[in-house]
């Protein structure tokens, strides 16, 4: 016979079992935008020039391989290609963060796969004329993470980036995404691994009418302000739309060609 402090002890213990077996865990993604100083631009142009000349690289010894050897090459082999050989002949991809190299090759061998798998288009070079720039970093060591009192972000090679960190989060971070969008703005994307929280379920319907004076008004009554943004950048939009009409169509290279003819 067991004591009934035995009995819930036991009874405690299976109940953190299934709530441990039940949790669900997501990975999310936090998107900031950071203004790195004049050093930090530097050394992120930097980064997307290696990863680009890593990928186009590790791209031509596959096909290279494939065509003499008809032997298929493994992101692993691209990686010691890599490490072993490229670094040697190019020793400033030394200056840039590893973890980028690697999913670059990482890329590009998903890539390659999705080509035989789902008969996508085959891999294409990168240009250095592309708009996309970005390159990814994995988390080890505490390399990564936000000090969201300061609004800096911390990042391999990079220290301390000032930051706009205007949403918390809580969780394991995986790995963190630096691009440049064609305005030229920097932004860092975080992937958290964090519990996910089930929203309570209620019995309850809800209708929702949109309108022009209010955004929208619900079946309960309730009003919502429309924020209306465009009067915001009325005054904006009549500049750049005067800048617009005084300017020249740009003719195409083949005309500015003939004319010089």
Not at 61 to 80: A, F, H, I, M
Not at 104 to 116: E, P, R
Request: positive net charge.
């Amino acid at each position: 016979m067991q004591c009934r402090k035995c009995i819930e002890r036991n009874a405690e213990k299976v109940y953190r079992k299934s709530r441990v077996r039940w949790r669900q865990w997501v990975l999310k993604a936090y998107k900031y935008r950071i203004y790195p100083n004049s050093e930090q631009r530097i050394q992120i142009a930097k980064t997307f020039g290696c990863c680009r000349f890593v990928y186009n690289q590790t791209l031509a010894y596959r096909k290279e391989v494939y065509e003499k050897e008809k032997k298929s090459v493994s992101k692993t082999d691209c990686n010691n290609y890599c490490n072993r050989q490229l670094k040697k002949e190019y020793e400033w991809l030394k200056e840039v963060d590893k973890f980028a190299l690697t999913n670059a090759i990482y890329n590009m061998d998903a890539a390659y796969q999705k080509f035989f798998k789902e008969h996508a288009g085959y891999p294409k070079f990168k240009s250095k004329h592309d708009n996309h720039k970005s390159y990814t970093t994995n988390f080890t060591n505490g390399n990564i993470a936000v000090d969201f009192e300061e609004n800096r972000v911390k990042l391999p090679k990079l220290k301390n980036v000032k930051a706009k960190l205007h949403r918390n989060f809580s969780g394991q971070i995986k790995s963190a995404t630096i691009s440049q969008v064609p305005s030229g703005k920097y932004y860092v994307s975080i992937l958290v691994e964090t519990e996910h929280v089930e929203l309570p379920h209620i019995n309850q319907n809800t209708g929702i009418d949109l309108g022009i004076k209010e955004l929208c008004i619900t079946s309960a009554g309730k009003k919502y302000e429309n924020p209306k943004i465009i009067r915001k950048y009325e005054k904006k939009l009549v500049k750049l739309q005067r800048q617009l009409a005084h300017k020249e169509k740009k003719k195409p290279k083949l005309l500015q060609n003939k004319e010089k003819r």
